[in-house]
């Protein structure tokens, strides 16, 4: 499955909502279900804060299911990190002036199982992160 939208606060609530009816087919519990949202709302927040400035762009999601592992992906083409392990680290922003906590990665990283970054400054920023759901 894959969805591109625009980089609007309003989409968070799109890309949370999308996520979790598409998951809905390997019946995670409520737990699963909102670490999952979570870890969405994080990325997408990212892209539109970070990545284009609260400005126009758009927002690539793309979910994939295998046995009982989603694996989602989302890509926005803007600022890009320049230096992902700084990023990384919890309580670093580049928005402090926003009250942004820089809780984002350390988010997606204690609710996925797997998550990796790739990014290059002025090109975009690419979030791969991958759950297993149920035992």
């Known amino acids: 499955m894959k969805v591109i939208f625009e980089s609007c606060s ?50 690539e999601m793309e979910c994939n299911i295998h046995n009982n592992e989603i694996e989602i992906i989302i890509e926005d083409f803007g600022a890009g990190i320049e230096d992902i392990e700084k990023a990384m680290e919890p309580l670093y922003t ?25 990014s290059e400054p002025e090109k975009g920023t690419k979030i791969s992160m991958k759950k297993k759901i149920g035992s």
């Open 10 to 59: 309003e989409n968070e609530a799109f890309a949370r909502t999308v996520v979790a009816a598409y998951i809905t087919r390997l019946n995670p519990t409520l737990e699963e279900m909102s670490d999952v949202k979570t870890a969405v709302s994080e990325a997408v927040t990212n892209s539109i804060i970070h990545g284009y400035r609260c400005g126009d762009g758009t927002i």
């Open 94 to 118: 580049t928005r402090p002036e926003w009250e942004r906590s820089g809780m984002g990665f350390a988010f997606m990283e204690a609710f996925m199982d797997e998550l990796c970054v790739k």
